[in-house]
């Protein structure tokens, strides 16, 4: 590097570097892994058409994995900004500003020009949300962003254009001449193709589910290229913390197997085969059924010590 690094930016670099000894996975197990697809997904190869096909993201992968009720009000409900979801479009939109900016690095200024650039672009959903904010709640949100921003500097090395950065790396796939169609919208992705290392940058706290999203993420980008990627990470800006794990054949096969398993849910829920499951969780805090859902209200009141969990 031309600049000596912190030791938190040493440690991104000691993790998500390329080892000595690394080789890339074998091409056979692309062509395995979408036969394992394929053949999984074989009974609703006929189910779905190209015009009208059966979408899938790692959102309803994650949801319908949890509670199929809360997924299923998720599909039907139309997409909502707030606050903390503006949030991190924000930020992921600063952070493309940085990589490619030029002059003097001020964390206020590349966040001033990422809202500008949100809010004047019709082509971004985020945008009516934005203008529309108050004055105060738009100062919030702009003090939130430069704070995720400076970490983003602070804890993260400096991205050299050798790296190929991708920011808001977008790919996808499908199957039976699309009719099931796959997509995914990665926040970052560095590295030449056939090594490249798939980054979900986070302005919270992490979690188990986030391994899970970038599991699907490897799978796709893996069918799509006909390449794997080498690694894996989720950043906390927050924390200064990475999450990180190598793309492994068995790492494939598990996500093939979930996103498989998780594709036939979806499809029974979208064909109305059978009811959809209620299973408690997290989720229950932000379900909009959460005041009249006998199972979600136990499990909250359980959550905040006003019940036990003997019955459970």
Known sequence: MDTELNP??????????????WEPLPAEIVTSIEAQLTE???????????EDPLRINKHHIATVHGCEKYHVLNRQ???AWNINTVRGTI??????????WRGAVIPSEIV????????????????????????HELAELRGAVVGAVSNFLECFPPIRPQWRPLVEYSASYSLFGGAVLFTSRM?????????KVIIDLKTGRLTPTHRDDLRFYALIET???RQPPRSLGSYSLDSA?????DVTEGLLQSAVRRTANGTLLIADLVLKTRQPEVRPGFQCRWCPENETCEVGMKYLRQLSGEEDDTDL
Do not use: C, M, W, Y
């Open 187 to 195: 926040d970052l992705v560095l590295g030449h193709p056939g090594r």
């Open 223 to 225: 069918l799509r290229s």
């Open 112 to 135: 001033d020009a990422a809202i500008t650039s949100v809010a004047e672009n019709p082509r971004e959903s985020a945008s009516d949300f934005i203008i529309s904010l108050p004055a």
């Open 8 to 21: 938190l930016q040493q440690a991104v670099i000691d993790a998500l570097g390329v080892p000595p000894d």
């Open 241 to 245: 913390r990475l999450d990180e794990e």
């Open 77 to 79: 409900s139309q997409f």
């Open 91 to 100: 930020a992921h939109k600063a952070i493309e500003l940085l990589i490619n």
């Open 40 to 50: 999984a997904l074989a009974p609703i190869k006929d189910l779905f058409t190209p």
